[in-house]
């Protein structure tokens, strides 16, 4: 029904690219300041500080945690099959600590739920609302998600380079990760106001007239 002559160029859409999404501090310590669970603490603290994504925290074995090294050993990530180490501060290795102390030691896997070998994704969705129901942020739309953006926007908020950040999210392409940058940038946030000042103060100079 087209003819051929239509195929011969390629045709590209340009599908939009959200940016991700990022929990506010504020509502971040409201969030934890309602868990008091102490394996959910555990579990959506790792997410926070790890950047693993919710799959590969629930695939999380015993002696792929490093307790007293502060890293996780990812033999194979869950979207690129890449294997990586990712690390977590030291709130995340109190609530583990904390967790590993109660948890059943003949479980398999790092987080379980009542009478399952291993907690499953909805499990952890339905507590994850939970949590964010109770400290009055339902209407904000976070997800699960959320806490590895999150994760990402703090640690380039601080200055951590991309590349670094690339390996740690476990992204395939630089392209991925920045998005977090167009996010996130302080160093061009600054330039505009710099310059914005400059303008608004009029010692911009200079004119704009159309060169005939």
């Known amino acids: 029904m087209v003819h051929s002559d239509v195929l011969r160029k390629k045709i590209r859409v340009k599908v939009p690219?959200?940016?991700p999404k990022a929990i506010e501090p504020e509502n971040i310590r409201a969030l934890f300041a309602g868990i008091d669970h102490v394996r959910d603490r555990a579990m959506f603290l790792m997410l926070l500080r790890t950047g693993m994504r919710i799959g590969?925290?629930?695939d999380l074995k015993i002696p792929e945690v490093n307790l007293e090294e502060k890293k996780v050993i990812l033999y194979?990530?869950?979207k690129t099959r890449v294997g990586r180490v990712v690390y977590?501060?030291?709130?995340a290795k109190k609530a583990?600590?904390?967790w590993f102390k109660e948890r059943d030691p003949q479980k398999e896997y790092a987080f379980y739920g009542q009478g399952r070998n291993r907690l499953g994704y909805t499990g952890a969705q339905v507590r994850f609302d939970k949590y964010i129901e109770a400290a009055g942020l339902s209407s904000k739309g976070?997800?699960?998600h959320c806490l590895r953006h999150t994760f990402a926007s703090e640690l380039l908020n601080a200055g951590m380079r991309l590349e670094c950040l690339q390996q740690l999210?476990?992204?395939a392409s630089l392209e991925v990760t920045r998005?977090?940058?167009?996010?996130?940038d302080r160093t061009r946030e600054d330039e505009y106001f710099r310059a914005m000042a400059i303008i608004e103060k009029g010692a911009a100079g200079g004119h704009y007239r159309f060169d005939h």
């Open 17 to 19: 690219e959200a940016l």
């Open 56 to 58: 590969e925290l629930l």
């Open 76 to 78: 194979e990530a869950q």
């Open 88 to 91: 977590f501060s030291n709130d």
């Open 96 to 98: 583990l600590g904390a």
């Open 142 to 144: 976070y997800t699960l």
């Open 169 to 171: 999210l476990g992204h």
């Open 179 to 184: 998005r977090y940058a167009r996010l996130t």
